[in-house]
């Protein structure tokens, strides 16, 4: 069985005794709110250095998903057991928060900041979780951040005054910060969690975030998961694919195989045309 047929079934099965260090596992997870169950025995494995984007139509689940693989959604205990979430090898339950944010950082939807603070303090605030650090070792993350997110120019700018695109990006930053302090004494998997990180911005920064992800992925081996509402750019960027729909994971595995017009009809209720990408080899191009 391929890895990619098998995406919710983590290295560590239940009275298994093989763990994966390196991969942030959710397996069958149920999510129920009211009368309505959101995830299913819904499962996904997420690798150090891989970019997984995971698809589906609203309200299917997805940042749903990803909270919980963030460890900042609380599990019913009667439907999961303690395995449900494994992180390097160990249950995410047993990890302190700090511990917990050591390893894995995450940018939600619409990252809330009411305080009037300086781009480079927002930035910084990523290494709260290594207290450790000196002030100009935070300081040169932050920078490097900054670079990254190409933000240099606006890094003594108010984060209040930035315009909503301008915002999202300092957010990306901060989560670089986190996700990449002590990387060089970590031999442990990272994963970065990003739910619609290009949401608020132009075709031109999205393209380049989406680079820098990537990258960051190879280079640092940092898991990425990303939850994408526009199929070319995950097909373009991402190692695998895996699309939600009805509480399930309904295929999961490189963009070409499974971002066919069964899969996007079933997901999302329209028909696709697919077809070779004219400059991204062996990707494909989605029109719908």
Same mark, same amino acid.
């Not at 480079?120 to 070792?137: D, I, T």
């Given at each position: ?10 290295? #560590?099965? !239940? ?8 991969? *942030?596992? /959710? ?6 709110? %009211? $009368? ?15 970019? @997984?984007?995971?698809? %589906? /139509?609203?309200? #299917?689940? +997805? ?16 439907? !999961? ?7 390097? %090898?160990? &249950? *995410? ?5 700090? $511990? ?9 939807? +619409? ?27 935070? !300081?040169?993350?932050?920078? +490097? ?15 209040? #005054?930035?315009? %909503? ?7 990306? /930053? ?7 302090? $002590? ?34 992925? $190879? ?21 695998? @694919?895996?699309?939600? #729909? &009805?509480?399930?994971?309904? /295929? ?24 070779? !990408? ?11």
């Amino acid at each position: 069985m391929s890895k990619d047929s098998r995406a919710d079934m983590p290295s #560590a099965l !239940h009275g298994g005794t093989t763990y994966n260090c390196d991969e *942030l596992a /959710a397996w069958a997870l149920t999510v129920q709110r %009211g $009368q309505r169950t959101v995830l299913q025995r819904t499962g996904l494995r997420l690798e150090a250095g891989e970019v @997984v984007c995971l698809l %589906g /139509a609203n309200g #299917a689940g +997805k940042t749903t998903f990803l909270t919980a693989l963030a460890g900042e959604l609380k599990l019913d205990r009667r439907l !999961h057991d303690k395995q449900a979430i494994l992180m390097n %090898g160990t &249950e *995410l339950t047993s990890l302190r928060t700090t $511990q917990q944010a050591q390893s894995r950082a995450v940018l939600p939807q +619409k990252p809330g900041l009411s305080f009037d603070l300086q781009v480079m303090e927002v930035v910084a605030m990523g290494a709260y979780p290594f207290p450790e650090l000196s002030n100009a070792q935070v !300081h040169d993350l932050s920078s +490097k951040a900054l670079a990254k997110a190409e933000l240099e120019d606006l890094a003594q700018r108010r984060y209040l #005054a930035l315009s %909503g695109g301008e915002q999202q990006r300092v957010q990306f /930053a901060r989560v670089l910060v986190q996700v990449l302090a $002590q990387r060089s004494q970590d031999p442990r998997g990272r994963y970065l969690l990003l739910d619609e990180p290009t949401a608020s911005l132009d075709p031109l920064h999205q393209q380049r975030l989406l680079q820098t992800v990537r990258e960051l992925a $190879q280079t640092e081996r940092i898991g990425v998961l990303l939850i994408l509402h526009d199929i070319n750019l995950a097909a373009s960027w991402s190692d695998r @694919v895996a699309l939600l #729909a &009805e509480g399930k994971i309904l /295929a999961c595995g490189p963009p070409a195989s499974v971002l066919t017009q069964k899969h996007l009809y079933t997901v999302y209720g329209v028909e696709a045309h697919i077809m070779p !990408h004219p400059t991204r080899a062996g990707r494909p191009l989605i029109v719908l």
